[in-house]
């Protein structure tokens, strides 16, 4: 169970693992999320659901290397088996014919962003999609996205590839020269931010994934609290999607840097045991 038969890296920190999981790979949706675990004594982590393949009864997951956890499963190799794997989580993405969507990615945010721009397709809509990296070695899944999308246009901080600039650069040029109904972004917390400050510029319905502050994934440790609209909500079992300009997101980077000093040092602790 759990046996990995693909690994792909996108670059030295992203990962790409196909895993056997048919039952999960049946009841998967856009959205979902599964709780993955390494050893008996390994932390559990919520990872969503890039892609799943019923047929071969297979889920795609797209891991970048950030902590000790991650770093356990991006070590694993074709044949090895998660010691956990359990899914689908989380409320699924809601999917209706709205009319033009904008899907803005950035980072390994792309990953989740893949299975709700299928689907958005699927239903009918155009999509316009915005890919953003720091540099051209970062953009992940290109061709994949390309695939359900009218338009994609990819933005790097550096220039190296597409559009110099940052994702809000790329938002503003389509909410200028057309009409959007709605946008989706996911990325880091910094970046999902400022793109639901530029869509409420726009009058923009804004959905944002949060699914980078879980770490239960059942609502029982309560580290995912955030406050949507002036109450209380878990990611893990309310969302991981929300209105993104309802969001607290300072509250939120204030959350994620909780422990950063601590993860720092565990991963430091881990790397230097492995060299031994």
Same mark, same amino acid.
């Given at each position: =169970?759990?046996k990995?038969? @693909?690994?792909e890296?996108? +670059? @030295?920190?992203?990962?790409?693992? %196909?895993? #056997?999981?048919?039952?999960?790979?049946?009841?998967?949706?856009?959205?979902?999320f599964?709780?993955?675990?390494?050893? %008996?004594?390994? /932390?559990?982590?919520?990872?969503?659901?890039? *892609?799943?393949?019923? %047929?071969?009864?297979?889920?795609?997951?797209?891991?970048?290397?950030?902590?000790v +956890?991650?770093?356990? &499963?991006? $070590?694993?190799?074709?044949?090895?088996?998660?010691?956990?794997?359990?899914?689908?989580?989380? #409320? *699924?993405?809601?999917?209706?014919?709205?009319?033009?969507?904008?899907?803005?990615?950035?980072?390994?945010g792309?990953?989740?962003?893949?299975?709700?721009v299928?689907?958005?397709?699927?239903?009918?809509?155009?999509?316009?999609?915005?890919?953003?990296?720091?540099t051209?070695?970062l953009?992940?899944?290109? /061709?994949? &996205?390309?695939?359900?999308?009218?338009?994609?246009?990819?933005?790097? $901080?550096?220039?190296?590839?597409?559009?110099?600039?940052?994702i809000?650069?790329?938002?503003?040029?389509?909410? @200028?020269?057309?009409k959007?109904?709605?946008?989706?972004v &996911?990325?880091? *917390?910094?970046?999902?931010?400022? *793109?639901?400050?530029?869509?409420?510029?726009?009058?923009?319905?804004?959905?944002? +994934?949060?699914?980078?502050?879980?770490?239960?994934?059942?609502?029982?440790?309560?580290?995912?609290?955030?406050?949507?609209?002036?109450?209380?909500?878990?990611?893990?079992?309310?969302?991981? #999607?929300? $209105?993104?300009?309802?969001?607290?997101?300072?509250? =939120?980077?204030?959350?994620?840097?909780?422990?950063?000093?601590? /993860?720092?040092?565990? @991963?430091?602790?881990?790397?230097? +045991?492995?060299?031994?």
């Open positions: =169970m759990n990995i038969v @693909e690994k890296h996108f +670059s @030295e920190n992203v990962v790409r693992l %196909e895993i #056997e999981a048919p039952r999960i790979a049946k009841a998967r949706r856009a959205g979902h599964v709780i993955v675990k390494v050893g %008996e004594t390994g /932390e559990r982590i919520p990872l969503t659901i890039a *892609a799943a393949n019923p %047929e071969r009864g297979t889920i795609t997951l797209v891991i970048q290397k950030v902590g +956890s991650s770093r356990r &499963i991006t $070590d694993l190799n074709v044949g090895d088996e998660l010691t956990d794997l359990v899914g689908p989580l989380g #409320e *699924a993405t809601h999917i209706e014919k709205v009319g033009t969507v904008l899907a803005c990615g950035g980072g390994v792309v990953a989740p962003l893949l299975p709700i299928e689907a958005l397709k699927k239903a009918g809509n155009r999509v316009v999609t915005i890919l953003a990296a720091r051209k070695d953009v992940i899944l290109e /061709e994949q &996205i390309a695939e359900y999308s009218d338009e994609v246009i990819i933005m790097t $901080d550096d220039g190296s590839y597409g559009k110099k600039g940052l809000t650069d790329g938002m503003k040029e389509v909410m @200028e020269r057309e959007v109904d709605e946008a989706v &996911i990325g880091p *917390a910094i970046m999902m931010k400022f *793109a639901a400050l530029t869509t409420k510029e726009y009058n923009v319905p804004t959905v944002a +994934s949060l699914n980078t502050i879980m770490v239960d994934g059942t609502g029982m440790c309560g580290a995912c609290r955030i406050t949507v609209g002036g109450k209380t909500k878990f990611v893990c079992v309310d969302g991981p #999607e929300f $209105d993104a300009h309802q969001v607290d997101f300072d509250e =939120m980077l204030l959350r994620l840097n909780g422990y950063k000093e601590i /993860e720092k040092g565990a @991963e430091q602790q881990y790397l230097k +045991s492995k060299d031994k």
